[in-house]
């Protein structure tokens, strides 16, 4: 496998992830997890974000701060499971602005088709970080770039709950310039499109609608 790839392995992720794996996790604790990694991802996806600083006065006297430069990032949702991350990874970034890609897969062709296209305005300027629980086969994810770079994006980082080698390969391939950022890569796909050992469905067990 090749890729631009960081597994986050900090005790608190993994144990998250163990308990969204377990069969018998009901929704409601299921995305609550979701959104406290995705909350833990994010602070690791954003480790770079460029500072400047700002006149301030503090109780005691002025001083020149810390403050984020540049644009507010965009944070893209991939319908509809990553729905399931916006919630935490704007709890980090809260001045973020959201976008939403909906994909569906053709039948007859089996390449992902656009049915909803909403994102910010300059997202040339901004960070965009893309957000889906499941890299897959990698297909959607990276149709999902293309379109964003179409829409101009330059710097897109792509968090993803767990990934599958086989997705990270394809997004390499396809754009090695896309930071992933993840909780873990797991061992593979099934003939089904399915990350084993994985959790299954993440769109169902976020809605519950198994
Ligand atoms: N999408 C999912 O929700 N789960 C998988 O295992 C693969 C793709």
Do not use: W
């Amino acid at each position: 496998m090749s890729g631009n790839v960081t597994v986050v392995d900090h005790p608190l992720v993994q144990h998250k992830l163990t308990l969204m794996r377990q069969k018998e996790t009901p929704s409601a604790l299921f995305r609550q997890l979701l959104r406290e990694i995705t909350l833990l991802l994010t602070y690791e996806i954003t480790r770079d974000m460029p500072l400047t600083t700002a006149h301030i006065e503090t109780m005691l006297e002025p001083m020149e701060a810390p403050v984020l430069a540049g644009p507010n990032p965009a944070v893209i949702s991939i319908l509809r499971a990553g729905n399931g991350m916006l919630d935490g990874a704007l709890e980090v970034l809260p001045q973020a602005r959201v976008g939403f890609v909906g994909l569906y897969r053709d039948e007859e062709t089996l390449k992902p088709v656009k049915y909803y296209f909403k994102v910010p305005n300059r997202l040339d300027e901004r960070l965009v970080i893309m957000v889906d629980p499941m890299l897959a086969t990698g297909n959607s994810s990276v149709a999902a770039v293309d379109m964003l770079k179409e829409a101009g994006a330059r710097q897109i980082r792509f968090l993803c709950l767990l990934a599958a080698p086989e997705g990270v390969d394809t997004m390499y391939k396809a754009h090695p310039d896309v930071e992933i950022v993840t909780a873990s890569i797991d061992r593979q796909l099934n003939d089904k499109g399915y990350i084993l050992p994985g959790l299954g469905d993440a769109g169902d067990r976020i809605f519950g609608t198994l």
